[in-house]
C-alpha cells in the first residue's frame, strides 16, 4: 500500500528541449527531497541515451533532451509513466520514518560531517530561543539525517530538508556582510552549508572544512538532490557546569562593643 495518497505529477514542454516535471502535495510521510532525488537516477537508468541533463528543483525536475533524440507525444508520456511508476513503488525508501536505504540507486549511504560548534555564532541565541542548553541542542542537531533539496545560491551551496519544525527560525532580521567559508546554519524550514564567505541572513550553528565545490573535479559539487548528510562534533562537546558558590555566614554577634566596630 504506497503512501502517495495525494500525490500528483505534472509533466509538460516548456522548451522545445525541455519537461518540467512537478511535484504535487504528497503525504506527510514522504522525503520529497530523496524522491526527487531518485526520480532523476530513475529517468537516467530508462532514458539516459536521450537526456542531456535533468535539473532538480525544490519541488520539480527539469528533464533537457538532445534535440536529435526528441519524440515529444512518447518522451512525455515515457517520463510521465517512469515518474508516477517510481513514486507508487518507493514509498517503503523515500518515508521521512524509514531507514534510508541506497539500494539499486547508485549513491552512498549517510555522509557524515564534523563540524566545529567552537565558535559561538548563533549557537547560544539558538539554544536559548529554543530553550536548550548549548549541549543539548548540539546533540539534537546532530541527530537529524538531512536529505538535500539542491545545490544553489551559489555554486556549492546546499539548501538540506529534514529540520523539525521547532528549529524553524525566521532569517536573522540584518543578514551579515560576511559570513565564513563552511558555515551550518538554520533558517525558516531548512539547514544549508555556505561553501565560500559571503554575505547572508541565516543562523550560524557552526563550521566545517567539508570541501562542497570543486571546479578541478570531474564533478564539482560534492553532493546532489537525495544525498543524506548527518553532522557530528569535530570535538567531545563538553556540558558548561555552573560553579557552586559558597555563601559566607557572618559571625554572631554578642555584644553592642563586636557591633560597633564593623
Known amino acids: 500500500m504506497t503512501h502517495l495518497v495525494k500525490q500528483k505529477i505534472v ?36 532514458m539516459a541515451i536521450k537526456l ?12 533537457q533532451f538532445i534535440p536529435s533524440e526528441i519524440d515529444y507525444f512518447a518522451d512525455l508520456h515515457q517520463v510521465e509513466r517512469l515518474l508516477k511508476q517510481y513514486a507508487m513503488d518507493s514509498s517503503a525508501t523515500t518515508s521521512n520514518t524509514a531507514s534510508v536505504s541506497t539500494q539499486g540507486t547508485g549513491k552512498r549511504g549517510i555522509t557524515h560531517i564534523p563540524v566545529d560548534f567552537g565558535m559561538d555564532y548563533d549557537l547560544v541565541d539558538v539554544a536559548q ?3 536548550l542548553s548549548r549541549t543539548d541542542l548540539i546533540a539534537q542537531f546532530c541527530a537529524i539525517e538531512f536529505s538535500v533539496i539542491l545545490n544553489g545560491f551559489m555554486p556549492g551551496f546546499i539548501y538540506l530538508s529534514g529540520l523539525p519544525d521547532k ?20 533558517a525558516d524550514a531548512y539547514c544549508g552549508i555556505y561553501p565560500q564567505c559571503s554575505p547572508g541572513g541565516w543562523h550560524i550553528l557552526g563550521v566545517t572544512e567539508h570541501v562542497l565545490f570543486d571546479i578541478e573535479r570531474s564533478t564539482p559539487a560534492s553532493f546532489v538532490t537525495g ?16 560553579p557552586i558558590l559558597t555563601a559566607k555566614i557572618a559571625p554572631k554577634i554578642t555584644s553592642s562593643k563586636e557591633a560597633s566596630s564593623d
Do not use: S
Not at 509538460?12 to 532523476?40: S, Y
Not at 548528510?229 to 555552573?242: A, C, E, K
Open 11 to 46: 509533466v509538460q514542454w516548456v522548451t522545445p528541449t525541455t519537461l518540467h516535471c512537478e511535484f504535487g502535495e504528497l503525504d506527510c510521510t514522504v522525503n520529497k527531497a530523496l524522491l526527487i532525488g531518485r526520480c532523476r537516477l530513475y529517468l537516467y537508468e530508462h
Open 52 to 63: 542531456a541533463d535533468i535539473v532538480p528543483g525544490f519541488n520539480e525536475l527539469l528533464v
Open 129 to 131: 530561543r529554543l530553550t
Open 167 to 186: 528549529f524553524h527560525l525566521p532569517r536573522l532580521a540584518t543578514p551579515r556582510l560576511k559570513v565564513p567559508a563552511g558555515a551550518v546554519a538554520i
Open 227 to 242: 544525498d543524506i548528510i548527518q553532522f557530528y562534533p569535530l570535538t567531545p562537546v563538553m556540558p558548561v557546569i555552573t
